[in-house]
């Protein structure tokens, strides 16, 4: 999945467990800074539905909705667009761009200071997108709630591993990742709902029309009180459903995680950590004990300002990174994160109802087939949070990669035996065998390389490069999500069946890593080295 993931810049260097309780404030900063994550879900999974919305299509790409009306042309060519492909893929080169400014304020402003920017661009981002009137504005948009994906997914990690107490720190760490899903799933469940029809019958009439129940009521004591009620819900009933602007609702309705989000975050307090690198240690002691919830805080305060005079001695640690005993570190953060997003997890993510639909699947029955992968995938972050750290880590990449490949082929082969150029229809049969394949790759995905992508990086680098190497991670991520976003419509009209053999290609070449993981504990041995 798009970048947000775990984070252990903060991790303590020896290891210790301090004195602290889980406080009233620790919970609520948590919680409400992992709210972040609910908008950052909901941006990734509500643009596949909104894009193969008629009335979205209609309103900024006629071209695709007349293609795919008239039948002209492959069946699997129905969503090519470059235009329609930069509306899900602008909001990650704009959180590319972003990640490197928001590396900056998180360290000379301070991660609370961070998350409230990444709340403005959020909201404006939202009532642009919500009110959008052409593609410029609508693109704008998408650009604005990516330079809030970029200032949010830097911040909120850290924000949470200083935050949280040692013992405590990767559960309340996964909140974040958690959340990223459940706004997944929350996005699936408002395009389901806002690309249904809605007629004044199934509503009552109070709610939906005050004025119709007025009329309705001024015909109560006559005969044809009820044939007079249907005729005028029938007449009104075009105006009674939630088109054509069930796209504005659904693009709009992230508002309600960015209000959360937004609002919390300028009452939270900021980490300890921040506030000694910044220079204010006595202000950092005290926020230290009220999170803690102790006042024997001494060893973690005095551990805290050391971490942050070594972080002040490293002056470039990114050029520490291609120091030779750093590289082979290096290199494994970005294959992990390049192979995460070849794995054609995202072809899911953000365009199910359209890969779906494409597939054969009825509109309404995309829609739902959507919402049943993003509950599966909510369900399997649980799991992964369990095995993560009970299971081996390259056993779980290597082993459910075997499973995730076996589930591409059988789709693979699903494809080129059922979907051709001119098909419409899959059979009920059939289909449901589509929705197992796809939970099972989601599910596998989840619980390995979705969470191992960003738990493996921060492991593995040196403290004083550790920081400077979560950026590395973060941006090859969202590099490759841009890229795979823009060119996966396009890839499905040209390579048809073949898209999912395409993505077959990592889990034949990932093995490659395995001789450079035991490098890690060759180079701890000799740090000193220049």
């Known amino acids: 999945m798009p970048a947000g993931g775990f984070s252990a810049s903060s991790a303590r260097p020896s290891g210790m467990e301090f004195e602290a309780k889980i406080t009233p404030m620790v919970v609520t900063s948590c919680v409400t800074a992992a709210t972040g994550g609910l908008m950052f879900g909901y941006d990734i999974g509500v643009s596949g539905g909104v894009t193969s919305m008629e009335d979205f299509q209609r309103e900024f790409f006629p071209t695709v909705l007349r293609k795919s009306r008239k039948n002209k042309g492959s069946n699997y060519c129905r969503y090519d667009s470059q235009g329609l492909q930069l509306f899900t893929s602008s909001l990650y080169l704009a959180g590319l761009v972003s990640t ?53 997914n830097q911040a909120i990690p850290l924000f949470l591993s200083e935050i949280a ?36 019958r199934r509503l009552p009439c109070y709610v939906c029309f005050p004025t119709i129940y007025t009329i309705y009521r001024s015909f109560a004591f006559h005969k044809m009180s009820v044939y ?54 006595e202000e950092g002691k005290v926020v230290l004990k009220k999170i803690r919830g102790t006042e024997n805080v001494e060893p973690e305060f005095n551990e805290i300002v050391e971490a942050s005079r070594i972080a002040h001695d490293i002056k470039n640690p990114f050029r520490s990174l291609l120091q030779r005993r750093n590289r082979p570190l290096l290199m494994i953060t970005i294959l992990l994160q390049m192979f995460q997003q070849l794995t054609g997890i995202n072809a899911i993510m953000f365009y199910a109802p359209v890969l779906l639909t494409t597939l054969g699947f009825k509109t309404e029955a995309s829609f739902y087939s959507a919402v049943i992968t993003g509950a599966v995938n909510v369900l399997s972050t649980f799991v992964s949070m369990y095995v993560v750290d009970r299971v081996g880590r390259r056993m779980l990449l290597l082993d459910v ?24 229809h899959l059979g009920h049969d059939w289909a449901i065998m589509v929705i197992i394949i796809i939970c099972n790759f989601v599910s596998f995905f989840a619980w390995s390389w979705g969470p191992l992508g ?17 950026s590395i991670s973060v941006c090859t991520n969202l590099l490759f999500t841009f890229v795979f976003a823009q060119v996966f419509l396009s890839m499905l009209c040209h ?33 000193g080295d220049g």
């Open 165 to 200: 107490p040692t013992t405590n720190r990767g559960g309340l760490n996964s909140l974040f990742q958690l959340n990223i899903t459940v706004g997944i799933l929350f996005a699936n469940l408002v395009n389901y709902g806002t690309n249904r029809y809605l007629p004044i």
């Open 495 to 527: 390579l048809k069946s073949f898209i999912f053999v395409f993505f077959l290609r990592p889990f034949c070449h990932h093995v490659a890593l395995r001789p450079l993981i035991p490098t890690r504990n060759k180079e701890h041995s000799h740090r």
């Open 228 to 281: 007079a009620y249907r005729l005028i819900s029938k007449w009104f009933s075009a105006s009674c459903r939630i088109h054509p602007w069930g796209w504005r609702l659904s693009l709009s309705l992230a508002g309600f995680p960015v209000v959360l989000f937004t609002l919390g975050a300028f009452f939270m307090v900021d980490t300890p950590n921040s506030l000694i690198e910044r220079g204010r240690q």
């Open 401 to 424: 990669g075997v499973q995730m490949f076996l589930s591409l082929v059988a789709m693979a082969v699903v494809m080129r035996a059922r979907v051709t150029d001119r098909s419409d």
């Open 454 to 470: 960003w738990l493996s990086p921060s492991k593995t680098f040196l403290l004083e490069t550790r920081s400077a190497g979560q």
């Open 100 to 152: 490197f400014f928001a590396s900056y304020t998180t360290r000379r402003l301070g991660r609370r200071a961070t998350m409230r920017i990444a709340g403005a661009f959020f909201i404006v981002g939202v009532i642009f997108n919500g009110a959008a009137r052409d593609l410029g504005m609508l693109i704008v948009g998408r650009i604005l709630l990516g330079c809030g994906v970029g200032f949010a």
